[in-house]
């Protein structure tokens, strides 16, 4: 293996993860509600890793940009 090749094997960065308590405070809601949501269909599914549960942050960032979509395009008439 060459030296670039082992250094761009390496570049890539994985987006941090979040726990449902992190999920919970930084959107205001209760635990419960993030469940509500994930069966819904309205949030993204968390991935399990043992017996803890997680969010990326980019696609909690990306939920919350979709959601406010409309609001942030509105323009008075």
């Given at each position: 293996m060459t030296t670039l090749?082992?250094?761009t094997m390496f570049d890539y960065q994985l987006p941090a993860l979040l726990t449902k308590a992190q999920v919970c405070t930084r959107l205001c809601i209760a635990p419960r509600t993030v469940?509500?949501?994930v069966k819904a269909?309205?949030?993204p599914p968390p991935v399990r890793i043992g017996k803890?549960?997680?969010w990326s942050e980019k696609s909690?960032?990306?939920w919350q940009q979709s959601l406010f979509s409309q609001?942030?395009?509105w323009a008075p008439a």
């Open positions: 090749q082992a250094h469940e509500y949501m269909g309205n949030f803890q549960v997680f909690v960032f990306s609001q942030e395009a």
